[in-house]
């Protein structure tokens, strides 16, 4: 779920690139590298370093393959931009692990990673862009499932550089809730923490601003920075030390 806070930014570099070029090329892939530091789980007390490796290919027929978008098509009709894809959500493990994991959730056990539907659209309204986009379980339904809200807005644009500002809400069902922020009767047995079984609600809020920097067609540096709010039983959770989740990333992009 950490990816999750700096997906969107990497996946629009393709974008940004393609509408700087003369002519929008049949197929697209921009291979990305760069370091982001995000909490150790949404609500954690210690941050980390993060290396951030990532790939993604798009065809101008809208199918497309990425490292976070999953597998999957994409397509505009009357203005509306939507998506539909298959992506893998990735696992938490309850002690550090290499650069994952983190001994502050011991006991609480593994939540395994599963396949996830992501559904998404969006639509200009001036220079404002809305979207809304939904997260659900096909395996490892225990996961639960999630829909978003976010808005973004351009500050500066020039031929070089954009600079934009974006906020985002996340409303989290009763089964997403339990597995990240809930603690059962086993697991508070094992872990120290008090049972606690949140509800359904918002789950997250994040503001942030993000700035690209187009070197040529084909590299590109972007950045982005903000924080993640936890909100309603999220917020409550024995699990959580900190309700602001401050991240910060950046990437250095190569498209072909």
């Known amino acids: ?132 986009d939904t997260e659900l379980a096909i395996s490892n339904r225990e996961r639960g499932n999630n829909v978003g809200l976010s808005a973004s807005v351009p500050l500066m644009t020039d031929k070089s550089d954009t600079v934009a500002l974006s906020t985002a809400i996340k409303y989290a069902d009763r089964k997403q809730m339990q597995t990240y922020y809930g603690v059962t009767a086993a697991q508070s047995a094992r872990s120290g923490y008090a049972a606690y079984t949140p509800k359904a609600g918002v789950s997250e809020v994040s503001v942030g601003g993000n700035w690209t920097h187009v070197i040529d067609a084909k590299w590109s540096v972007r950045s982005v920075a903000g924080v993640t709010r936890l909100g309603g039983d999220a917020a409550s959770s024995p699990l959580t030390k900190h309700r602001n989740n401050p991240f910060l990333a950046s990437t250095v992009n190569y498209s072909f």
């Open 1 to 132: 779920m950490k990816l999750a806070l700096i997906a969107s930014f990497i996946i629009a570099t393709f974008a940004a690139q393609c509408a700087r070029a003369a002519e929008a090329p049949d197929t697209i892939t921009t291979v990305s590298a760069g370091v982001a530091v995000l909490p150790e789980y949404m609500g954690a007390e210690k941050r980390r370093v993060l290396p951030v490796l990532l790939v993604d290919y798009q065809n101008k027929n809208g199918f497309f393959i990425s490292s976070l978008r999953g597998l999957g098509y994409r397509d505009k009709v009357d203005g509306v931009d939507w998506s539909a894809a298959v992506a893998w959500t990735g696992y938490r493990e309850d002690h550090r692990r290499t650069i994952f994991g983190s001994d502050a959730l011991k006991g609480m056990g593994r939540i395994d990673g599963g396949l996830t539907a992501k559904l998404g659209a969006g639509y200009h309204l001036g220079p404002v862009e809305l979207a809304v």
